[in-house]
């Protein structure tokens, strides 16, 4: 579903018209609510799913910036702590050193769960070949929160060190109904979720299934790790970023692309894909584009009867954060253009 929809949304991308048509035939915006994206009023919408445990968040809205400006600022750790249920952020350099984990930590919950941790029962989503580790650092002491710390450090600086060198088949697996299931899987699986269209963005899809056997000529990425906190427990996330710049019929696109190598709850696998769009009604110089920004995961706990309520509250969550961070991300560039 995932790459469908980018497929769409660059297949689309040769005017505003064939937008328009792409918002309300494939992502089901209704006459009004493109309007209201026309009007630089941001809106989301949840979209069908596979399956209860993927979800899917379009969201979309007319900004009088220029692409470049939203990716310098979406690659700013700085700028992203400011956003709604981001609680810390930082950027791994050039050569990941523990030096780069200050801030990443474990909640107090998390840590006396821990001591009870096993494979297939862990209120921490852990790869189970880490599990042990952590139960063993945790023993009761007053030192819990240290030695805890200390070692999801190292599994995150693993975790990166590992993918860099083999991708996510490196990562380890979670526990999934019973049997172990590979991240690099789950990831799979959210990007090929059931539905068919021409896939005019190969390279990009190859390259995040593929990393780092595969290439990508011309995309800059780098590694981060974040802490959320969207209303139901802070979660701690690393993920891969990558900026790709190509032209689709004729358009000058721009792609935002994070892609989650671990979270401490909830996600499975999980993909934010932002595209900037150019106004092409408008000069070189003058500022506007559209960004459209689609959030996918596949998450744990969402089937049966308590896992549909949860859906609903999580999609409902998400939904409400993606306006959130859009409008965010609107007054920013719009503010940062008018300096300029």
């Known amino acids: ?25 494939s992502a089901q915006f209704t006459p009004v609510e493109i309007r209201e994206v026309d009007a630089g009023m941001p809106v989301a919408k949840i979209l069908p799913a596979p399956s209860p445990d993927f979800i899917y968040v379009l969201g979309a809205t007319y900004i009088r910036s220029f692409p470049e400006q939203y990716l310098r600022l979406a690659s700013d750790m700085q700028r992203l702590r400011m956003l709604p249920g981001y609680l810390d952020a930082g ?10 984990l200050r801030g990443f930590q474990l909640e107090p919950d998390d840590i006396a769960e821990l001591r009870n941790c096993r494979v297939g029962e862990c209120e921490v989503q852990l790869p189970g070949e880490v599990i042990d580790l952590f139960r063993r650092s945790v023993k009761g002491k007053a030192t819990d929160a240290n030695a805890a710390n200390a070692r999801a450090r190292e599994m995150a600086l693993d975790a990166v060190d590992r993918y860099q060198r083999g991708g996510a088949r490196e990562l380890g697996s979670y526990r999934d109904q019973g049997k172990a299931v590979s991240i690099a899987e789950h990831f799979a699986n959210l990007l090929q979720a059931p539905g068919v269209a021409p896939d005019v963005l190969p390279e990009l899809r190859r390259y995040l299934i593929g990393y780092p056997q595969v290439m990508l000529p011309g995309a800059e990425s780098f590694f981060f790790w974040e802490r959320v906190d969207f209303g139901l427990k ?22 935002f692309a994070v892609k989650q190598l671990y979270a401490s709850h909830y996600f499975q696998a999980a ?13 070189a ?23 549909s ?23 920013t560039l719009e503010a940062g253009s008018r300096s300029r």
Request: with cysteine.
């Open 1 to 25: 579903m995932i790459a469908v929809l980018a497929c769409a949304l660059v297949a689309h991308g040769q005017s505003v018209g064939d937008l328009r048509a792409f918002l309300q035939n």
């Open 91 to 100: 950027r791994f350099s050039a050569m990941p050193s523990l030096e780069d």
């Open 234 to 255: 802070p979660t701690l996330r690393i993920n891969h970023a990558v900026t790709y710049r190509t032209k689709g019929s004729g358009t000058e696109l721009a792609a």
């Open 271 to 283: 993909l934010d894909l932002s595209i900037c769009i150019r106004d092409a009604r408008l000069p």
């Open 285 to 307: 110089n003058q500022p506007g584009f559209y960004l459209v920004s689609l959030k996918g995961s596949r998450q744990s706990g969402l089937t049966g009867f308590r896992g």
């Open 309 to 331: 309520i949860l859906r609903r509250i999580i999609t409902s969550k998400t939904r409400t954060a993606q306006v959130g961070v859009l409008s965010i991300l609107q007054s």
